[in-house]
């Protein structure tokens, strides 16, 4: 199921020239952040749980999940160099299965171990805060790489669709109707950070059983839908 | 074959020029200026996808009916309740609706500047009469009037609807002038900012998600660090902090100078004298990410 050749070319594609740059600015300026604000608030619980909660997982999971899903496939099925990757016996669904690994990794790396330092930086994770976001940014990782990578095969704008998902839908609609925030990836895994967290900062609209199983069904369903769309893939000239 | 040729032939011996009827223009040379507005219009046009293909029209559409349609029912409801004011002012509709123009600077940047380099059309344009000026000032002031119609038309929604309902003509006029003041300078600093972004990048889903990150991560930052300063009782520091997001300083500008309610945490905007920093900054925000585009195009070869 998992082609390392792949993976590397994935990760070259990922990592490559500019595009570790903004990956890696956005993780860079949470830590300068947290510095700044434990310089001039102190050590805080409720600070802390703002920051990581209205900035890390809110904004940077989403963008890092966007960037590294849709980057993972999108371009090369923008510009058609994919069928020189479709042409070699590789089963579709493991093309699809190793991008996704990779896309995990990538979103792993840049949103949660920058999260978990910026919680340490803030108040020291008292209150198992830093862990307990920390673990909702892997489990987000998880839901939005393989949502990312679906809407990369489906469409060729699924940057900008993934954005109005990630910013409008959870962040715009989630705030007015509090029905939208069941469908939404970061209450999902706010309910399994609470499970971690102890104390009441960390709080999710969302039982953790249903969080659980709808996360664990979108994935799994984008996952395979992604794959059954890289099999019937038509390349259309550019529009 | 010519220099096989032996040499010893006398020139013009044996050769023969066929007029073949070619002809040489002689109609008008449209010239310079002409190519300019040329590609003004062309890349407005593109800006809400006329012309081009009907899956790209969806989006630039889609946002501008999603700008629209929060004004018109505030119209409706101010119609309806015979209120004495707008439930929204002028100058504040753009501040809460900065989500979308953000989607719709994101999507529309890149889609002005990135397929030229990517298809490498940019030597074709300056094999043209164009100069690096001209095709960098049509591609700014396009987007920038794409950004205005985005941004103005909510506010010609809500100063018809005001008038409909019978609001003071002149209190209302004031609003709408200062409104529009306001969202010119929104869509010039924004579509600055997107095109220096985009100009870096052939690949278009790179430069969207660039431009969004960029615009949202500084202003979640800003309005994270406002919120904390303010909590902590140091609301000096507020607005000096406000400086560094695109949004927040449209937002000093226009509580220091337009009469603005200012949406920063604890509702106080920057003072005048630090309203006259917010319009430095501004405007050297506009002319500097002129200034780089300028630079970006400086090399033809690309």
Known sequence: MYDPTVARLTYRALLGRRRALILGALPLLLIAISVVVRGLAGADDQTAADLLGGLALATMVPIIGVIAGTGAIGPEIDDGSVVYLLSKPVKRPTIIFTKLIVAIAVTMVFSAVPTLIAGFILNGNSQQIAVAYTVAALVASIAYAALFLLLGTVSRHAVVFGLVYALVWEALFGSLVSGARTLSVQQWSLAVAHRVGNGELVTSDVGLPTATVLLVVVTVLATWYAGQKLRSLTLAGEE | ?302
């Open chain 2, 1 to 302: 074959m010519a220099v096989e040729q032996p040499v010893s032939t006398a020139p013009g011996d044996q050769t023969r020029i066929h007029n073949i009827g070619y002809r040489t223009y002689d109609g008008p040379r449209l010239g310079r200026a002409y190519a300019r507005r040329s590609l003004y219009s062309q890349s407005l046009r593109g800006a809400y996808g006329l012309g081009r293909s009907v899956k790209s029209k969806v989006l630039p559409m889609l946002l501008f009916v999603v700008m629209c349609v929060p004004a018109a029912i505030m119209v409706a409801v101010a119609v309806a309740t015979k209120a004495n004011d707008l439930p929204v002012g002028y100058t504040r509709y753009a501040i809460i609706m900065q989500a979308v123009i953000s989607l719709y600077i994101a999507s529309q940047a890149p889609q002005a500047v990135s397929r030229d380099l990517r298809f490498k059309t940019v030597p074709l344009y300056f094999s043209r009469p164009i100069e690096t000026a001209d095709y960098v000032r049509a591609k700014y002031a396009a987007l920038a009037s794409a950004m205005f119609i985005l941004t103005a038309a909510p506010l010609l929604v809500l100063y018809v609807g005001a008038l409909l309902a019978k609001l003071d003509f002149a209190d209302q006029t004031k609003g709408f002038a200062q409104g529009l003041v306001s969202v010119a300078l929104l869509s010039l600093l924004f579509a600055g900012i997107g095109l220096v972004i985009a100009s870096v990048t052939p690949r278009r889903g790179f430069g969207i998600a660039a431009v969004i990150a960029v615009l949202t991560i500084s202003y979640g930052a800003v309005s994270t660090l406002q919120a904390i300063a303010d909590a902590q009782g140091t609301s000096d520091s507020i607005a000096w902090i406000g400086l560094f997001s695109p949004i927040t300083l449209i937002d000093g500008v226009q509580s220091a100078f337009l009469g603005a309610d200012s949406a920063f945490p604890g509702g106080v905007g920057p003072t005048n004298a630090e309203g006259v920093v917010y319009v430095i900054v501004t405007l050297g925000l506009i002319a500097a990410s002129y200034g780089l585009l300028m630079r970006r195009y400086k090399k033809v070869g690309l």
